[in-house]
């Protein structure tokens, strides 16, 4: 989360069980789970979702 938001990428909407980033850079878009603890491949897929090298 904290990656994100350094990237440039702010909370659009809460969700049920996530909440949507998204990137002003390049209009993406992405859920993010609300959990304490994500596995770091889907850590890689958000950025890949995002654009965030």
């Known amino acids: 989360?904290?990656?994100?938001?350094?990237?440039?990428?702010?909370?659009?909407?809460?969700?049920?069980?996530?909440?949507?980033y998204t990137n002003p850079k390049n209009?993406?878009?992405a859920p993010i789970p609300r959990h304490t603890e994500i596995k770091e491949s889907l850590c890689e897929l958000i950025r890949k979702q995002?654009?965030?090298?």
């Open 27 to 29: 209009g993406r878009s």
């Open 1 to 20: 989360m904290r990656e994100l938001v350094n990237a440039g990428c702010y909370l659009k909407r809460h969700g049920g069980n996530h909440d949507i």
């Open 50 to 53: 995002l654009g965030i090298k």
